[in-house]
């Protein structure tokens, strides 16, 4: 074991440490694998492979900093991460060889409170994956996409989203696996009701991307909040309701409105809403349960006021973790992300706060159980003390990945496909840099603001059963010199 002393950078660099039996060295160095170089923290990153260490730091919100760190050096070998699943420890980490035809599930139609953002993400997972040599198979309802062009996928199918025709499809074309994440909500929805129906084990079609366990964890208010408890994150006092009855009963323990209502295994808002009287949240619950795919309801306090952040997040098969761009709501919480107008990255948190959210998405994406691909997190941070709580977690592309990858420049939907077929991020090249690997946060050499577009005559003329996501498209605002 050597001690040493290392200046950590706004710039990110790569380092081999050459040891002798007089003195040590740091050397430039490139092939490496991400392990914490803190147990506790993820201010810092140490990559490993043999005797490589590379270390990697955030340039502060606040200004460009140098943080002299004292550090423990020691020489590892080639071995699989103690967190990696077992899928690891079997086979070594590369482009998968046993899978030939993936099934990719889209969106299904372009509606109010799911645009144009996950045609965005598909088209680049099917160019991805072919790309890798792959045989692509696509189903989507939609036509007017750019990826149901003919140039696309293999084969396209402009049917309808439920699961038996999408049993249809495997029946006939027999893919080895399925990538659900690339399709919003649509997509995991059908791709749990086809697993737990037994569909995709009777035609031997693997979920890639997000497995089953890692979605219903997610996805489900109950699973979540319990995930949340086992690792220390606080969420909003709340219960789940399965009945009328139950979110009555859990609204009198809460003790005061306004509330929050949140259908589970939903998108863009759709049955949820805020309730400020005894009447509104009995309506809404009545819609959230019908909304639900499981009939459940996540009845919580209100965080009206506070400030609402997201991080987009990457994890791979051997448990490395990247932190692609933060978003900032200027609205405060109860306006939906997906109406209200977004910066990133982040403009108004303190360094030692952020760094607070980056731990807990990695926590987080770990817990869930994430195995390889993009993760959205939610937070709300209070502006008086700077407490925070985690709103809710989606384990698959999402609206806010296609603001941060036009942000970055990292085109999160292309590296979730490539990671959900084998590879790590070190072995994934950077298309922007060109020389550094999938593994290095993009710098943040950006701000980026998205305001929403709201049709103000289409949206009056429309009879809304719930309160839901009502903005049509976004307009991005780029500024590169800052």
């Not at 790569?14 to 170089?37: D, E, G, N, Q």
């Not at 189903?139 to 293999?154: F, G, K, L, Q």
């Not at 805020?274 to 309801?297: D, H, M, P």
């Not at 990945?401 to 950077?430: C, E, H, R, W």
Request: proline share 5%; charged share 20%.
């Amino acid at each position: 074991m050597k001690m040493g002393y290392c200046m950590n950078h706004c710039e990110n660099a790569a380092y081999r440490l050459i040891s002798s039996s007089s003195s040590s060295v740091l050397v430039p160095s490139k092939r490496t694998h991400l392990f914490p170089l803190f147990p506790h923290s993820a201010k810092s990153a140490v990559y490993k492979s043999s005797s490589f260490l590379h270390l990697q730091s955030r340039p502060s919100v606040l200004g460009h900093t140098h943080l002299r760190k004292r550090v423990n050096f020691s020489i590892v070998n080639e071995q699989s991460p103690p967190n990696s699943d077992s899928v690891v420890q079997k086979r070594r980490l590369g482009k998968r060889t046993d899978i030939k035809k993936i099934l990719i599930l889209g969106a299904g139609p372009i509606v109010i409170g799911q645009a144009c953002e996950f045609d965005y993400s598909g088209t680049q997972a099917c160019k991805a994956l072919r790309e890798e040599g792959y045989e692509v198979i696509l189903i989507n309802s939609n036509p007017a996409t750019i990826m149901t062009d003919p140039e696309m996928a293999d084969r396209t199918y402009i049917e309808p989203m439920t699961p038996e025709l999408v049993e249809q499809v495997l029946e006939k074309e027999r893919p080895d696996a399925l990538l659900p994440t690339m399709g919003g909500q649509t997509a995991l929805n059908l791709a749990v009701a086809l697993a737990e129906s037994g569909v995709l084990d009777k035609y031997g079609v693997e979920l890639i991307g997000a497995k089953l366990g890692a979605i219903k964890k997610a996805e489900d208010r109950d699973l979540f909040k319990q995930a949340m408890k086992n690792i220390g994150i606080k969420t909003p006092p709340s219960g789940i309701g399965n009945t009328l009855e139950e979110c009555i009963e859990i609204a009198s323990e809460i003790g005061e409105f306004p509330l929050i209502i949140r259908p589970a295994f939903t998108l863009g808002g759709t049955g949820g809403g805020i309730a400020y009287n005894r009447e509104e949240f009995e309506a809404i619950c009545k819609s959230g349960l019908a909304a639900s795919l499981t009939s459940q309801v996540l009845v919580e306090k209100s965080l009206l006021g506070w400030k609402e952040y997201e991080l987009e997040v990457m994890r791979d098969l051997a448990d490395n973790v990247v932190i692609i761009c933060s978003i900032e709501n200027i609205d405060p919480m109860g306006v939906h992300t997906g109406d209200s107008i977004t910066v990133a990255p982040a403009q108004t948190l303190t360094d030692k706060e952020y760094q607070r959210l980056r731990d807990y998405s990695i926590a987080i994406i770990r817990e869930i159980g994430v195995e390889c691909g993009g993760s959205n997190v939610q937070f709300a941070v209070n502006p008086v003390d700077g407490e925070v709580m985690v709103i809710e977690m989606n384990p698959r592309v999402s609206r806010s990945s296609a603001l941060a990858s036009k942000a970055t420049g990292f085109p999160i939907a292309k590296m979730a496909a490539k990671l959900s077929v084998g590879y790590s991020l070190d072995q994934i090249p950077n298309d922007i840099t060109k020389k550094t690997p999938a593994s290095f946060e993009p710098s943040i050499d950006y701000v980026v603001t998205k305001a929403s577009i709201f049709i103000f005559n289409f949206i009056a003329a429309l009879k809304f059963r719930s309160p839901c996501v009502v903005c049509f498209s976004y307009v991005l605002i780029f500024s590169l010199e800052i």
